[in-house]
């Protein structure tokens, strides 16, 4: 099964409002990733939080991270129309040699 | 931006042809990987490699095959192609470690008529 699910599946906002996107996974993980993803293009990735980290800033995106619950949530702070994309997170599973587990997307629509 | 290439960007192709996807990058990254995803829909893992001669298969399975000769090269090859190929193939790399981030590129849209 997968390992991430975001939430919502789809955001429609204003430009100059905040977005919140969120992720929940189920098993032990080293990191958590955030990716975006313009249509028809690869992926870029955002900012990785490690387990022992609760909270990140990187510029206008804020992630935060609770282990207890398996989960964590991605803020855009006073959005822009460029920031329209799809966004995934991404867990770097506990053990040797893990992989990526990514998933199904959010896709954030910000209009002018 | 990063420095991963993939040709080429668009393939439309008939059945039972063999094609070849290609992805290069100049990082000296050791891990590579192949995505399959559908629009909209999530990445599925179907190959990856932790160095030169290193293959091994993802998540999801695949007819597809991929060799790894080169550090930089990581190739994948489709012997007959079919309608159910019809995808986005993504490919990615990464430093090895466990704290990895994944340089994508720009991907390839195949489509099998």
């Known amino acids: 099964s997968q390992q991430g699910e975001e939430d919502p599946q789809a955001l429609s906002i204003q430009e100059g409002e905040n977005a919140t996107m969120n992720c929940s996974y189920k098993?032990?993980?080293?990191?958590l990733q955030w990716y975006r993803q313009n249509s028809g293009r690869g992926l870029v990735h955002l900012i990785l939080?490690?387990?022992?980290?609760r909270e990140k800033h990187s510029g206008r995106l804020r992630v935060t991270l609770d282990t207890s619950k398996k989960s964590s949530s991605l803020l855009i702070t006073a959005s822009r129309a460029a920031d329209t994309a799809s966004y995934f997170c991404?867990?770097?599973?506990?053990?040797?040699?893990?992989?990526?587990?990514f998933g199904k997307g959010i896709t954030l629509s910000v209009r002018p | 931006e990063a420095d991963i290439y993939q040709t080429p960007r668009y393939l439309v192709i008939g059945t039972g042809k063999k094609i070849t996807l290609e992805c290069s990058q100049t990082?000296?990254?050791?891990?590579m990987y192949w995505y399959q995803q559908d629009p909209g829909m999530e990445l599925h893992l179907i190959h990856y490699?932790?160095?030169?001669?290193?293959?091994e298969k993802g998540d999801l399975s695949s007819e597809s095959t991929v060799s790894r000769i080169r550090t930089e090269h990581f190739p994948l090859t489709l012997e007959s192609a079919r309608p159910s190929h019809t995808s986005q193939y993504l490919c990615?790399?990464?430093?090895?470690?466990?704290?990895?981030?994944?340089?994508f590129g720009p991907g390839t849209r195949l489509l099998v008529l």
């Open positions: 990082m000296g990254h050791d891990k």
């Open positions: 098993t032990s993980i080293n990191n």
């Open positions: 490699s932790y160095g030169v001669n290193s293959t």
């Open positions: 990615a790399s990464s430093e090895f470690g466990t704290q990895e981030t994944q340089y």
């Open positions: 991404a867990t770097d599973a506990s053990g040797a040699n893990s992989k990526l587990t």
């Open positions: 939080i490690r387990s022992n980290e």
